[in-house]
């Protein structure tokens, strides 16, 4: 190759390339609530890394599981063979869940569960003999991964528009409980649960029996935190019930104890028909992502015709027994530490510290729910993002990690955080937001 040096080697469209190689900021250990940088400073992390490391970084138990299963067994193919941690691991993922769904299909990430579950919401129907069910919608402003079915269904325009073509018969419902500025509102709000509305008119645009299913974040984090209001989602659920129309939630973030319950679908009693997740499922150790399908889902395919026993969907990495073996500790992880818990416990804690923001320079509205939190900021005219981009900037070199997302700060630590390191964080971006032009 030319590179010149490793900097330029590792192409990183993803991480705002150009600012990052102006300013390198490389992480080379972790424990606990803390990455430790190259230049030897500690970094209180209050993302979780990308949402994930909700167990915090590195813990014994898990290190332990993974060496021990690389050891014992590197890989078993997932085709035609099985290993039992795979299946320990689906049963205890489907343990936590409502009665019915109960088949765990897995992956290694969530934009891979994204476009497995849309797949198998096109092949339920058809092994239904009802093949005219193609269309699929999702929101404006969802963020679902990078796949073709995830940017297709994903409502980031930016993320869509280089590619020239993606997948046809999707729309946008949209995202409609936008957060108003100056709303402040504490946890979810209030009114705008009818706004699951606009998916009717979408149904009657199309003809409801040519949709196949509806995909939503149950709380959109991504894209900048955007809470469902009161009653929103399980509108949601009975207009896709009544037009027999799948429903899935996209869990990648708020599965494993995000908002202080093991799911969205336990935290707002909505029951989806698929639930794909990731991140959380091995707390950001080991790659693995999954589909949790319903009972009618799955009996459907085994009672199906023949060419759907023949269908055929798998990646060589599926059930990867490192994976499973990280999930399982993980999951014993989140139960002996109480961890779903702790977040349900500190939530309220939490929601008091990122309200402490209100009045705060900049700072044009303030959200939370569980372990989540969002700042949002008042974007420089005509310099959108640089002012959070700044923010973050300053905040890492104070020891806090957070993450912007156009000018919104976005929160979400470990769920093993200590109120003096919700303090700090918070500590920290006050002063920031005071230094700040
Ligand atoms: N869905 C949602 C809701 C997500 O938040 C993400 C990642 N942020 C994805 C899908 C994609 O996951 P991955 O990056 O593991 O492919």
Not at 22 to 48: C, F, Q
Not at 205 to 217: G, K, Q
Not at 258 to 264: K, N, P, Q
Not at 400 to 422: F, N, Q
Request: proline letters at 5%.
């Amino acid at each position: 190759g030319t590179a010149s040096n490793n900097l330029d080697a590792f192409w990183m469209p993803f991480t705002a390339n150009r600012q990052f190689k102006a300013n390198p900021r490389m992480l080379v250990s972790a424990k606990g609530m803390h990455y430790t940088n190259a230049e030897g400073g500690k970094v209180l992390d209050g993302t979780a890394g990308l949402w994930c490391v909700n167990a915090g970084h590195s813990p014994d138990r898990i290190v332990k599981a993974v060496s021990e299963q690389i050891a014992e067994m590197d890989y078993a193919p997932a085709f035609q063979m099985g290993h039992p941690k795979v299946f320990e691991l689906a049963a205890r993922i489907s343990a936590m869940l409502p009665n019915g769904l109960d088949h765990v299909f897995f992956t290694n990430s969530g934009s891979e569960s994204v476009d497995t579950a849309l797949k198998i919401a096109l092949a339920y129907h058809r092994a239904k003999g009802d093949g005219t069910r193609t269309r699929l919608i999702g929101r404006e402003r969802g963020y679902h991964g990078v796949g073709f079915g995830g940017i297709s269904v994903g409502g980031i325009v930016a993320n869509r528009k280089t590619f020239g073509t993606l997948l046809t018969g999707v729309d946008h419902m949209p995202h409609t409980h936008l957060p108003e500025k100056n709303a402040f509102s504490r946890g979810i709000p209030e009114h705008g649960g009818d706004l699951a509305d606009e998916l009717e008119r979408i149904v009657t645009l199309h003809d409801a029996s040519t949709i196949a299913a509806v995909i939503v974040e149950p709380v959109a984090g991504s894209t900048g935190v955007i809470l469902p209001p009161k009653g929103y989602l399980q509108r949601l659920r009975d207009i896709c019930d009544k037009h027999g129309i799948l429903l899935i939630f996209d869990e990648v973030i708020t599965g494993f104890g995000r908002l202080g319950a093991s799911f969205a679908t336990e935290y707002f009693g909505v029951k989806p028909d698929m639930i794909t997740m990731a991140k959380g499922l091995t707390s950001g150790t080991i790659p693995m992502g999954g589909v949790i399908c319903s009972k009618e889902i799955y009996d459907t395919f085994m009672n199906g015709p023949e060419n759907m026993i023949e269908l055929f969907h798998g990646y060589t990495y599926s059930g990867h027994p490192v994976a499973a073996a990280a999930g399982l500790a993980t999951l014993d992880v989140y139960k002996e530490e109480g961890l779903f818990e702790r977040a349900n416990d500190l939530a309220g804690y939490w929601e008091d510290a990122v309200h402490s923001l209100k009045g705060a320079p900049h700072v044009i509205d303030l959200r939370n729910l569980g372990l989540i939190g969002a700042i949002e900021l008042e974007p420089i005219p005509g310099k959108p993002t640089a002012r959070a981009f700044e923010a973050f900037l300053k905040c890492y070199e104070k020891g806090v990690l957070i993450r912007t997302t156009g000018d919104i700060i976005a929160l979400s630590p470990p769920l093993i955080i200590e109120k003096e390191h919700i303090d700090q964080i918070f500590d920290t971006i006050r002063t920031v937001l005071g230094e700040i032009a």
